[in-house]
């Protein structure tokens, strides 16, 4: 079975703390994603990386930058906190290829506050 | 880009009853996923269906790819089927270059009672 596996399940920070949220995968997957699930705004897309030390924006960057320094482990930085970055951040990752037609799995979240 | 509707918002049911929740998107799609968000947050693989139908169990999918919808089929509801179901799609329009983002649906919320 796929395992995506996120550092943290519950996260409190402080206002202007630099955060760093964990994702590793284990199935050699080429693609990774990091999304956030917000009420009334559903899941949107921060940031992907389709290969080491390869990264794209998604639908929503701004505050946020990302690291793949290694195929199975892709992090999401928050370099300054705000209370408006306060949600459940969300890893997955794919095979990649296939034009798209590959299944996605995702890790358990994380709830991220920042007071 | 392609925008992916779900319908109901919100479903009650009692348990054993049986329903279906329905995923309608706007452009050709690639490919097709139902999730189930368990109470805890993490997003559970229920199907990966681009088109055709599957069962697994309670469960079963159909995606009319040419008509741009997917339903989701439950039957004989239990209480631990309770939670919200996501739709999320990746467009055809994707050009195969770089990652393929799923976009998901806002979700139909289903509470199933004993």
């Known amino acids: 079975d796929v395992k995506v596996t996120q550092s943290s399940r519950y996260l409190v920070k402080r206002t202007g703390e630099k955060v760093f949220l964990e994702c590793v995968q284990d199935?050699?997957?080429?693609?990774m994603f990091w999304y956030r699930q917000d009420p009334g705004l559903g899941l949107r897309l921060i940031y992907f990386s389709y290969d080491v030390k390869m990264k794209e924006k998604g639908d929503i960057p701004e505050g946020y930058s990302v690291s793949r320094e290694k195929k199975e482990r892709f992090s999401l930085i928050l370099e300054s906190a705000s209370t408006n970055q306060t949600s459940m951040y969300l890893c997955?990752?794919?095979?990649?290829?296939?034009?798209?037609?590959?299944?996605?799995?995702f890790g358990q979240g994380t709830r991220l506050t920042v007071v | 880009g392609i925008q992916v509707e779900q319908s109901p918002p919100d479903l009650i049911l009692q348990e054993g009853a049986n329903s279906t929740l329905r995923c309608n998107f706007s452009?050709?799609?690639?490919?097709l996923q139902w999730f189930h968000q368990n109470p805890w947050g993490q997003l559970i693989n229920l199907f990966y269906i681009p088109s055709g139908t599957k069962q697994n169990g309670r469960l079963s999918a159909t995606t009319v790819a040419t008509e741009r919808y997917s339903l989701l089929y439950i039957s004989s509801s239990q209480t631990t089927d309770s939670g919200v179901y996501f739709c999320a799609v990746v467009s055809r329009g994707y050009s195969g270059g770089g990652a393929d983002g799923l976009t998901f649906g806002k979700g139909t919320h289903l509470i199933i009672q004993p």
């Open positions: 199935m050699d997957h080429e693609n």
């Open positions: 452009d050709s799609v690639n490919n």
């Open positions: 997955a990752s794919n095979p990649g290829g296939q034009g798209g037609m590959t299944e996605a799995f």
